[in-house]
């Protein structure tokens, strides 16, 4: 499998481009970027009003008297010396003023933003990816939109608001995707705001946001009414269409009847149907994925917290915060199994090395342009020539006693807001096993993941199937068994992760190959062995 250049090109955009979106480094990066642009508009400011003093002082100096007809410019001409000072004016001094105010073109500022700032734009790409995210912790956790727009997470309160304009591009996004219930309620939300300080000069210079929001608002209504009206008769996109159609053809006012009727109803259509619309409940995991990032799992109780001592004989002397998640299946979580410093120098680490993106899914081979893959994380693979990273395998080792001669490799992930991970199993069983890497190292039978971090809110580990979720503690390691102690998959251990409300989530993680095991006795993890 030899890649072209061509191959490798698109290659190496998909995985190494960093995008503002997809970290908080990034969005630091878009934040120093807006602040050098504000430095050189205010130098511009101060460029443009020394042009401004020179043109006011050149049209006070040399102000004539007007000649309104014919007869009054003779007259003014007709002084000789008047005659000869409008000549040489006119051929000196105007192609100097006509330099001075040209030279605005030209001026550092202009030169500046093309050449500093207009190369580090976020691309509509980059863009996307932020919207995807916002709305997936929207949809996923059911916020209301009043309250996203206000920094009213589930669980913590943040200090935001969003403008008109945040809100109506939140809902050209839900109508893009053909998430109408969402976009009606941020059209709806943006259409009832008070109208904003100066806004008439925004208007000015970046458009009406309210004119768009409300053929949009109509739209939506109608479009949301008719796809609940009549789900399987047309597409979503034939319903669209069709509305776009009869709303071209229709007077204003009557657009303008419809948006207003419906503005001034308290609770719309679109809030009564919170579930319905999301794509989640088409499918049974992705529903109990999202029950569990809600909180809506049971509490478990009757499960205790031990010492563990016997995994290896460095636990004799040092041994390991144990909790115990689920007994079947086995689900563990070690506390303070890495320390701030270990976890400063992974992530020093991983920084300086290459960071690539990690997507939702691999690229099929029929891909089109915009296929909706998505970026989830920044990844990290760590070699295990660092230092750090041996003495995290070391960890694992003492922790689990698996042997993980074969794969020492670590992987570093950065999430930020947004980042998830669909329900999905660590299992490859006969997917992926023809590669020769896996045919060496075997099925992975155990997955530990580390918490380089704590998440303000969300970034939970869900096992939907079991209705555990475990929120990410710094310091912390998840251990679970992916397969049976026979080999054959466990299903249980299908696992996900709640997309990040507030805050990035870091994470390393580490999958225990099989082959290695061959002489080993999984089961010496098994509870009732050691306790
Ligand atoms: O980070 C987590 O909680 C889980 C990560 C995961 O599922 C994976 O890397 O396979
Ligand atoms: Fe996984």
């Not at 000069?201 to 949009?216: E, I, N, T, V, W």
């Not at 409300?501 to 010496?524: A, E």
Request: include cysteine; charge should be neutral; proline fraction near 4%.
């Amino acid at each position: 499998n030899e890649y072209s250049y061509a191959d490798y090109d698109e290659y190496y955009r998909e995985y190494y481009t960093e995008m503002y979106s997809t970290t908080v480094m990034g969005s630091v990066k878009l934040y120093k970027l807006e602040q050098e642009f504000m430095q050189i508009l205010k130098k511009s400011t101060i460029e443009l009003q020394k042009q401004i003093n020179m043109i006011q002082i050149y049209l006070k100096y040399f102000k004539r008297p007007k000649c309104s007809n014919q007869n009054e410019c003779k007259k003014y001409v007709a002084k000789p010396l008047n005659a000869f000072r409008l000549m040489r004016r006119i051929h000196q001094d105007w192609p100097q003023w006509l330099k001075l105010i040209k030279s605005g073109n030209e001026a550092d500022y202009i030169k500046q933003l093309e050449n500093e700032i207009v190369p580090k734009l976020p691309e509509s790409h980059d863009m996307l990816e932020m919207l995807k995210n916002l709305h997936r912790v929207e949809t996923t956790y059911g916020i209301r939109v009043h309250d996203y727009a206000n920094g009213k997470m589930p669980k913590t309160q943040s200090n935001w608001t969003l403008t008109v304009r945040d809100c109506v591009t939140m809902g050209n996004y839900g109508y893009q995707i053909h998430d109408y219930q969402r976009a009606g309620m941020w059209y709806q939300y943006a259409l009832n705001q008070r109208p904003e300080v100066n806004g008439e000069s925004y208007k000015q210079m970046l458009g009406d946001p309210l004119d768009h929001a409300r053929l949009k608002y109509a739209q939506t209504i109608l479009i949301h009414a008719e796809v609940h009206r009549n789900e399987p008769a047309l597409a979503m996109q034939e319903i669209r269409d069709e509305v776009e159609q009869v709303l071209s053809e229709v007077d204003a006012k009557s657009i303008n009847d419809l948006v207003n009727d419906r503005l001034h109803q308290s609770v719309t259509e679109f809030e009564l149907n919170d579930n319905q619309t999301t794509v989640y409940n088409r499918y049974k995991h992705r529903w109990a994925h999202m029950s569990g990032c809600r909180g809506m799992f049971r509490q478990h109780t009757n499960l205790v917290c031990r010492y563990n001592f016997t995994t290896s004989p460095f636990l004799q002397l040092a041994p390991m915060k144990l909790e115990e998640i689920s007994l079947d299946p086995y689900i563990v979580q070690y506390h303070d199994v890495l320390s701030d410093n270990e976890i400063e120098d992974l992530k020093r680490e991983g920084i300086k090395g290459t960071m690539i993106n990690g997507w939702t899914s691999l690229k099929s081979s029929n891909a089109t342009e915009n296929e909706s893959r998505t970026i989830v994380a920044r990844v990290a693979i760590m070699s295990p020539s660092l230092e750090i990273v041996q003495r995290i395998n070391r960890r694992i080792i003492d922790m689990t006693g698996f042997n993980i001669e074969e794969s020492k490799t670590i992987q570093l992930a950065a999430f930020s807001v947004g980042g998830f991970f669909m329900p999905h199993y660590d299992y490859l069983y006969d997917r992926l096993l023809d590669t020769d890497v896996l045919k060496k190292l075997g099925d992975r039978v155990a997955s530990v993941i580390f918490y380089a971090g704590d998440v303000t809110e969300g970034g939970a580990t869900n096992f939907p199937r079991n209705q555990l979720v475990v929120q990410p503690k710094k310091g912390s390691a998840l251990f679970w068994y992916n397969k049976f102690d026979d080999g054959s998959p466990d299903p249980r251990s299908l696992h996900s992760i709640c997309p990040v409300v507030v805050g990035s989530r870091w994470t390393i993680t580490k999958w225990i190959h099989q082959d290695s095991q061959m002489f080993l006795q999984p089961c010496s993890l098994q509870p009732s062995s050691s306790t």
